[in-house]
């Protein structure tokens, strides 16, 4: 159950609100976010809901039966979309591309992606600065200084930022340099790194675990919700399963799945999903047609030379024509 308070309610009435919460046998936690304060109540013994809906700074009331609250959409009537900034929108109706290469390498790459991405309208540019491999002797990113080089190239072309956050550390010298933090799916449930970034006032995007289910990848965003973030955005990206013709296995389910179940933009990543260039363009409008908020990819102006991930990065005539596939299939649903 979420208890939705009134703006800038006084400390008293709130404590008034948590002593009765309490009283029905039922545990509270207050959460103040960007946009609002709410009071998360967990417990099984039944009352009568407008035991708490007729208290004072109480707006309404909302019963979800789900353990993740926050995200759920059972209490939301309007799905979020979170506002970059300069028009750049993405949920709720707002469809974004954000695409760039696995790894930042150079000035001159940063340069050649956003002028590419400029032409074709893509208005959100990925690339890592810090990279968790598998191999310790791989490339592992041009780290901070990287990333504002990186920024202020995508600065003079308009083109927003979003990249992977590793550690709590990490969060706090990123801060001004990027418009989305992205946790990967090897981080979705470092809790520490969670917590951390339910503290700041920037969008975050949540990758499914390698092998984590959609409860848990749900649970992951309650996690930065119920620290005072609600800026958030959810990524299917594959799951590892016994199939080995490709890199992961992109479940196709979970797009629809999710947008049952949460009120949060879901996004879709066929890089990673499939990890084969030839395949990422299908996957890609799979994933579209399945209901995603946006789709993220990689690409690369010479995938064969890239740092990382060469094998599932599109060239620039790969993703222009990608970009044009997705926008046309966008236009063929808004007449369904």
Request: aromatic residues 8%; glycine residues 8%.
């Amino acid at each position: 159950m979420i208890l939705q308070l009134e703006p800038k309610l006084a400390a008293p009435s709130t404590d008034a609100l948590l002593a009765a919460v309490k009283g029905i046998g039922y545990q509270p936690t207050h959460v103040t976010t960007q946009f609002g304060s709410y009071v998360v109540c967990v417990g099984k013994k039944d009352f009568d809901i407008r035991t708490l809906g007729s208290l004072a700074g109480v707006r309404d009331v909302h019963y979800v039966s789900d353990d993740y609250q926050l995200v759920s959409r059972k209490w939301k009537v309007e799905r979020t979309y979170i506002d970059l900034g300069d028009g750049v929108k993405l949920g709720n109706g707002y469809f974004q591309i954000m695409a760039g290469p696995c790894s930042i390498e150079s000035e001159k790459q940063v340069e050649s992606v956003a002028k590419h991405l400029k032409s074709c309208g893509v208005r959100v540019m990925r690339g890592g600065v810090f990279k968790p491999r598998s191999s310790p002797y791989s490339f592992r990113g041009m780290g901070i200084e990287g990333l504002k080089m990186f920024a202020a190239i995508c600065r003079e072309y308009g083109i927003k930022i979003i990249t992977e956050v590793m550690e709590p550390a990490q969060i706090e010298p990123m801060y001004e340099y990027i418009d989305v933090y992205q946790v990967g799916a090897r981080n979705s449930q470092n809790f520490n790194l969670l917590d951390e970034l339910g503290k700041v006032d920037k969008p975050v995007m949540i990758k499914r675990g390698i092998s984590g289910t959609i409860e848990e990848l749900l649970f992951a965003a309650e996690y930065v919700f119920s620290g005072g973030n609600e800026r958030l955005l959810i990524c299917e990206r594959g799951i590892r399963t016994y199939e080995r013709a490709s890199r992961n296995t992109f479940d196709i389910n979970a797009i629809p799945i999710l947008r049952d179940k949460t009120h949060l933009p879901v996004i879709v990543d066929p890089s990673h999903a499939i990890g084969l260039r030839e395949f990422v363009e299908p996957v890609a409008l799979a994933g579209v047609i399945a209901g995603a908020d946006g789709v993220i990819v990689e690409i690369h102006e010479s995938p064969e030379d890239a740092a990382s991930d060469g094998a599932q990065t599109l060239n620039y005539e790969e993703s222009a024509r990608l970009f044009r596939k997705v926008r046309a299939v966008l236009n063929v649903q808004e007449n369904w």
